[in-house]
Structure formats: structure tokens, C-alpha cells
């Protein structure tokens, strides 16, 4: 089955670095989506990419989709300790069985 | 609008006892998926319902079962619960099925003594 793997697992930084988590798909995907979950919460939605080599920026943070749509990233520049959380992609491959699949997430720590 | 209503918010049961857990989606949501959450696993899809038909269901035993009913709440059931099965089960709704946006509830606790 599908398959979606995230690195690194965990990331610590001092405040004002950036940071960059990576996404890797089995398969080719038809979308991918970034949730973000603070510690103790749920997970909250981020962001969609659904076009290949597609890129998107919220404030300080950038999403990419690769150009062969099976991996994507988040980097966030200038962290601050509201960056704190568990970061998770999540992909489908298309088809009429949608289903999304979750990466294990990378948990970001700031260090003020 | 409220947001996705997960009742209830913690749980403590025994090995062998079974426990249901419900979902109150977002007014005017159709879909709802479960998830199982754990720290070793991140977050396993269990099953997607929408017009009150399961359309997809992950890798888990027959013991973990749903329904939805036709307000779009849904339910989830858990038989002959294991240690395992401790962990946070998220709903998420959303308003069509395919390349929708999911919106989290808080989620159950469940712990198996």
C-alpha cells in the first residue's frame, strides 16, 4: 500500500533558524496536504498542493511539491516558539478510493 | 459554527470490554473519517464514512467498527479491547469526500488497563 515517510522525526532549533521537514511517497500522489499539531491539540490543516512543482507560502512558511509529485516540504523561516509542534504531510494517490495517508510527522522544538 | 464535537474526551476501560466513541462533524459536513494516533505509529486511518456508508477502511481488525447516521454524527466501536488499543482516536469531517481540507476534533483518550 501507499506509503509516506517523514524526516526527520524531530528537529530542534534555537529561535530565528529555519527549518525544513521532507516528505517521500511510495507512489505518485494526486494531492498533498500540511497539518500542524501543538502539543497536547489536534491536528490543524495547513495547506493543499495539488500541482506538480507547485509552491505556496503562508507568512514564513514555504510548501513545495515536487515536480514528480511523490515528495514535498515545509521549511519555515525565522522560527519562533509559536512554530512549536508536530508538522505531519499527508497524501492521496487519486482514484475514486480517496484515502489520505499521514507521514509519522516531525516534531519541532524552539529553544527561546 | 461549531466545530467537530468529540465525545468522550477521556476514557479508561479494562482489557476485554468494548467502548463506542461518537463524532458530531461540522454542520453541513458529510464525510468523517476516524484515526488512531499513537507515538510510535503517528496517525493510522481506521475508516471514512459519507452518506452514512463506509467508503474506505484501513489496515485494522474487525474489532474496530463504525457507522454514521443520517445527521452525519458517527460512531465508532471498539470489541474486545486490547492493550494496544490505547491511544487518541481523532475524527476529522469534512464537507465532500476527495481532496477536502479536514477539520480535527480534540479527539477521545483511550486508555486499557
Known amino acids: 500500500g501507499q506509503q509516506v515517510m517523514q524526516i526527520p522525526q524531530y528537529q530542534h532549533v534555537q529561535e530565528g533558524e529555519d527549518f525544513t521537514t521532507y516528505c517521500n511517497s511510495s507512489?505518485?500522489?494526486?494531492?498533498i496536504q500540511w497539518y500542524k499539531q501543538r502539543p497536547g491539540g489536534h491536528p490543524v490543516f495547513l495547506i493543499q498542493?495539488?500541482?506538480?512543482?507547485e509552491v505556496k507560502k503562508q507568512k514564513r512558511l514555504t510548501f513545495q511539491f515536487g515536480e514528480a509529485k511523490k515528495n514535498s516540504s515545509l521549511h519555515i523561516t525565522a522560527t519562533q516558539t509559536t512554530d512549536v509542534g508536530t508538522y505531519f504531510c499527508a497524501g492521496d494517490s487519486g482514484g475514486s478510493n480517496y484515502k489520505l495517508t499521514f507521514g509519522k510527522g516531525t516534531l519541532l522544538t524552539v529553544n527561546p | 459554527k461549531a466545530g467537530v464535537t468529540q465525545t468522550p474526551r477521556y476514557l479508561i476501560k479494562t482489557r476485554g470490554q468494548q467502548v463506542t466513541l461518537s463524532c458530531s462533524p461540522i454542520s453541513g459536513h458529510r464525510s468523517v473519517s476516524w484515526y488512531q494516533q499513537t507515538p510510535g505509529q503517528g496517525l493510522q486511518f481506521l475508516f471514512e464514512?459519507?452518506?452514512?456508508?463506509?467508503?474506505n477502511k484501513g489496515n485494522f481488525p474487525g474489532r474496530f467498527s463504525g457507522r454514521q447516521f443520517s445527521n452525519s454524527r458517527s460512531e465508532m466501536n471498539v470489541s474486545t479491547l486490547e492493550l494496544g488499543d490505547s491511544a487518541l482516536y481523532l475524527c476529522a469531517s469534512s464537507l465532500e469526500r476527495g481532496r477536502e481540507k479536514l477539520f480535527f476534533g480534540s479527539g477521545t483518550q483511550l486508555s486499557v488497563l
Open positions: 464514512y459519507f452518506s452514512e456508508t463506509q467508503r
Open positions: 507512489t505518485t500522489l494526486s494531492n
Open positions: 498542493l495539488v500541482k506538480s512543482g
